[in-house]
């Protein structure tokens, strides 16, 4: 199974801070990297795909970058919505697809 | 508009069962393949499995295969999932997604999970 890990686990931020979190897998899943947000007792939504396309209805402060192994999603300016949980997932050649282990963005 | 509802919160003891449902509406319920994940709290969502309530096929991750089944009534516009020998690993929050219709291999729209609780 592909393995991916996300850094930090934890980032402590501020309203309009800039935020970057990376996502890493251990084999590369070309461009089938997905990132959701996932608020306390909620499901997880879908905010972009395919490593950079933002889902319909997502706002443009959300961006994602990377190819292979490494992958980025930027918040440009942290919004009170945004203090969230964000996983990053593969969806590459085989089953099972696979999630990191999430960053939480906190205050 | 589009929706999945699941069913609420099971209790069980351990080696017994539980049958989750996952209710859709608003869109092709046939034309969209269907994921099974859960979630532990402080982890990452864990993928289950796949089914096609369009043709029956399921897919199944081999660390739950012989004791996961994944069924589909197109009548109800439901599908189900069934997990057997319950151990206390097993408590999480279980969720059903569908196969994102615009990137297939993401899953863009999540029904809300039922909780399963395991325990003496």
């Known amino acids: 199974d592909i393995q991916m890990t996300q850094s930090p686990s934890t980032l402590s931020a501020s309203v309009g801070d800039r935020v970057t979190i990376i996502c890493r897998a251990s084999?590369?899943?070309?461009?089938?990297l997905a990132w959701y947000q996932q608020r306390p007792g909620k499901a997880p939504k879908l905010l972009i795909y395919k490593v950079s396309t933002l889902e319909t209805g997502v706002p443009s402060r959300f961006s994602g970058s990377g190819s292979g192994t490494e992958f980025t999603l930027t918040i440009s300016s942290l919004q009170p919505d945004d203090f969230a949980t964000y996983y990053c997932?593969?969806?590459?050649?085989?089953?099972?697809?696979?999630f990191g282990q999430g960053t939480k963005v906190e205050v | 508009q589009e929706q999945l509802v699941q069913s609420g919160t099971e209790v069980r003891k351990p080696g017994a069962s539980v049958k989750i449902s996952c209710k859709a509406s608003?869109?092709?319920?046939?034309?969209?393949?269907m994921y099974w994940v859960r979630q532990t709290p402080g982890q990452g969502p864990e993928w289950m499995g796949i089914?096609?309530?369009?043709?029956?096929?399921?897919t199944v991750a081999q660390k739950f295969q012989g004791r996961v089944t994944m069924t589909t009534d197109t009548s109800t516009t439901t599908v189900y999932l069934e997990v057997n020998t319950l151990t206390s690993d097993d408590t999480a929050i279980y969720f059903c997604a569908r196969d994102g219709i615009t990137a297939p291999g993401t899953l863009d729209l999540w029904g809300q999970g039922t909780l399963v609780i395991v325990s003496p």
């Open positions: 089914t096609n309530p369009g043709g029956g096929s399921t």
């Open positions: 997932q593969q969806y590459n050649g085989y089953f099972p697809w696979t």
């Open positions: 084999q590369s899943v070309s461009t089938r």
């Open positions: 608003g869109y092709s319920f046939t034309g969209s393949y």
